[in-house]
């Protein structure tokens, strides 16, 4: 218990330490600068913002410090080392995938092609055990934060659908600075160094070619930067965020235990290197299939207008208005466009009275009095019926189908 105590105050000196790094700071003014565009998006969309994006910073900032902390637990109780790991390779790598696609930014592609290179030629050298368990770490970390925070503050979008044409469906961007512990090796024991004796069982991922009872561990604070970014369209975002950060949880946990037997076995080197790639391309395939094949919530309905988003504190959340819900009517005038909206907002009516079909196909009414000033807005998103707008399409290929269509070209005569 003494030891599990010790280490946890290690922990927690050390990130404040990754904190106060300048690049933890630098690291937060790109999450600032990503949440203000979204921000902008929506205010040129909808005429307002969700959520201020000092809010949504704020808010990444909590659960990054939380989840680096987690994340620092879960490297020193596995004793993954960066010593080895080929991360100098790694960064480089990812950066030229992005270039590719924006998705392809993440470890476990390009560590799980470094790791491959490595055991087929000898070079680069890396612990591909280490690699592929700290790669399975960080996705651990990003799917606890995915379950806690990746629904919220989800943006009001217009999708392009070829069968259905313009239906309403949740944008989920969030980004998160993780100030965290790593592990590296160093010979010897340096003097005025408070030190830990660690049982016999541990390290639990062996690092390769260290003398483990000559060798000593130091904590290093590093910053990461991690990012979640999906629709929702057949379900609503928590729904959504939950199924998404269960499925990569599944696979972080299945990567860090090959990962294990890999420091042990050699042939789980050759596992783990393409379990990576591999495990992360199928999560994405198999979510956007899920998405297709599923019915959208957000449509136009055969009459009225179905809402898609409620702005916070709006005369709509008031008035008990969810999103799914479809106006009928306002004021005994049928709503079914934008234009029939326009046309009661200009008569500036100091009380409204409302017909709507809520979620469970009831007919309810709601009232709500506007006055001296009469009224301006609803603070609603309404799914557009036949209305030009701004819509995004979803029509991005996968790693897999970007290597089919690359050697399914036909060479030119």
Known sequence: MNLVIKLITFILLGIPQAIFNPFFWFVLVIVYIQYKRAADFEE???GFVTTNPIKRVSSSLLYGIFGGFLGSVI???LGVSIAGSGLSYVWPLALLLMLISPHLMCFSYAGGIISVISLLFGVPKVDVAGLMALVGVLHAVESLLI????HLNASPVFIKDE???IIGGYLMQSFWPVPFILLTIATGIPSGVDSVNMPDWWPIIRPPFVDLENALYLMLPVVAALGYGDFALTRLPGKKGRESAFNLLIFSTLLILISVLASRINFFKYIAA???PVGHE??????KAKEKKGDPLFTVPPFGMRILYVLENSPAEKMGLKPGDIILSINNKAVNSIEDLKEIKALAPAYIWMEYLNTKNEVKYSEM???PYGFESLGVVLIPRGEEVPAISLE???LIKKIKNLFSKKPSS
């Open 147 to 150: 379950y806690l925070s990746g």
């Open 75 to 77: 490297v020193v109780a």
């Open 163 to 165: 069968k259905r044409g």
């Open 274 to 276: 393409l379990f990576a």
């Open 396 to 398: 991005e290929s996968g």
């Open 44 to 46: 040129k969309m909808f």
């Open 282 to 287: 199928y999560l994405i395939n198999i979510g």
């Open 369 to 371: 009095s506007f006055y």
